[in-house]
């Protein structure tokens, strides 16, 4: 039971505690660095600090702290400098890409005019072939067609005409 009172007696008294009215809640803190702080520089001095300090990049390979604050601008003009870099390469990977691929199509529509050439030849070849059959089997039976172009119609140009 002593508990429960003790609790409900602090829970009084915080509750009881403003703060609204009071006009250093508006005054603000001084920003506190520890870095800075000279009771901490017995902890800063140890190895294993150091070493984490470094590697987050508070403090320089010589032990000196580095002021965030004033490297700022530094800091803005790089990160500036890399997206200026990656927005480069994304553009010269994207031109590479469409280089790559109208090369391709050029590719692809030389090899189909190649197929189709080919096939044309075939045709072609096929259609002599089935010329010279027809032919042959004309005068082994003995069928006599007029040469194409020889006769009265070509003569006057027409069939119908004059």
Not at 44 to 62: A, C, M, W, Y
Not at 90 to 118: C, I, N, P, S, T
């Amino acid at each position: 039971r002593g508990t429960r009172q003790k609790k409900k007696n602090v829970l009084d008294r915080e509750e009881g505690w403003d703060l609204s009215t009071c006009s250093s809640v508006q005054a603000r803190l001084p920003s506190y660095n520890a870095l800075m702080d000279p009771n901490m520089r017995h902890f800063f001095e140890n190895r294993s600090v150091q070493k984490h300090l470094s590697k987050t990049g508070q403090i320089d390979p010589s032990g000196r702290v580095i002021d965030l604050e004033r490297n700022k601008s530094k800091l803005f003009i790089l990160e500036q400098e890399f997206k200026s870099a990656e927005r480069i390469e994304y553009w010269r990977q994207k031109e590479e890409e469409e280089m790559r691929h109208r090369v391709q199509q050029k590719r692809h529509q030389a090899l189909e005019r190649a197929r189709a050439q080919e096939k044309l030849s075939k045709l072609k070849e096929d259609k002599l072939i089935r010329r010279e059959i027809m032919s042959v089997m004309r005068e082994s039976h003995g069928i006599k067609y007029p040469a194409i172009g020889s006769g009265p119609e070509s003569r006057s140009g027409s069939a119908f005409g004059p």
